[in-house]
Nanobody, 119 residues
Framework: QLQASGGGMVQAGGSLRLSCTIS????????MGWFRQAPGKEREFLAG????????YYGDSAKGRFTISRDGAKNTVYLQMNSLKAEDTALYFC??????????????WGQGTQVTVSS
């Protein structure tokens, strides 16, 4: 299971840090990441990381303002979001790509945490 938290309401220019913890059995090799979906828009990839942390990658809208990181001891991945804009308002999802079964596909999705940025 993926449990995301840290969403909320913030003013434009502010920051939030999202967290996502894996509970239960985990794949032996996997990546974790974040997507978001705004009302009326398609899901958008934001960032991903290997579990070792040796590899991180970002979607265009996240580059420069968002940073993904992980704490292996806590089975937790974070998304630090700075300089937030009204257009960052969306439901944010934590995801897992199980590399042992279907590499390149985000197999598991959390329930989402709402981020609302007021201008």
């Amino acid at each position: 299971q993926l449990q995301a938290s840290g969403g909320g309401m913030v003013q434009a220019g502010g920051s939030l840090r999202l967290s996502c913890t894996i509970s239960g059995p985990t794949p032996s090799r996997y990546h974790m990441g974040w997507f978001r979906q705004a009302p009326g828009k398609e899901r958008e990839f934001l960032a991903g990381t290997s579990w070792s942390g040796g590899s991180t990658y970002y979607g265009d809208s996240a580059k420069g303002r968002f940073t993904i990181s992980r704490d292996g001891a806590k089975n937790t991945v974070y998304l630090q979001m700075n300089s937030l804009k009204a257009e960052d308002t969306a439901l944010y999802f934590c995801v897992v790509d199980d590399l042992t079964t279907s590499p390149g596909e985000w197999d598991y999705w959390g329930q989402g945490t709402q981020v609302t940025v007021s201008s």
